[in-house]
C-alpha cells in the first residue's frame, strides 16, 4: 500500500515538474515574441516619423 502511494506522488510529482518546464519554456518563448514585436513597432514607428517628415517638408516647400 504504501509502494503504490509512494509511486502515485512521484507521478505526481514527474507530471508537476514537466508542466513546470513547459511553462518555462512557453513564458521564455512569449518573451522573446514580445521582444520581437517591440523591435518591429520601434522600426515601424521611426519609419512612420520618417514618412511624416518627409510629408511635411513637402507642405512647408513644394519645391523641394
Known amino acids: 500500500m504504501l509502494h ?3 509511486a502515485h506522488l ?3 510529482v514527474q507530471r508537476l515538474i514537466a508542466a513546470f518546464r513547459q511553462e ?5 518563448r512569449a518573451i522573446q515574441e514580445r521582444d520581437r514585436l517591440l523591435a518591429l513597432n520601434a522600426e515601424l514607428k ?3 516619423e520618417a ?3 518627409r510629408i511635411r517638408l513637402l507642405e512647408a ?3 523641394v
Open 4 to 6: 503504490s502511494e509512494v
Open 10 to 12: 512521484d507521478e505526481r
Open 24 to 28: 518555462r519554456l512557453e513564458r521564455k
Open 46 to 48: 521611426r519609419r512612420i
Open 51 to 53: 514618412v511624416v517628415e
Open 61 to 63: 516647400d513644394p519645391n
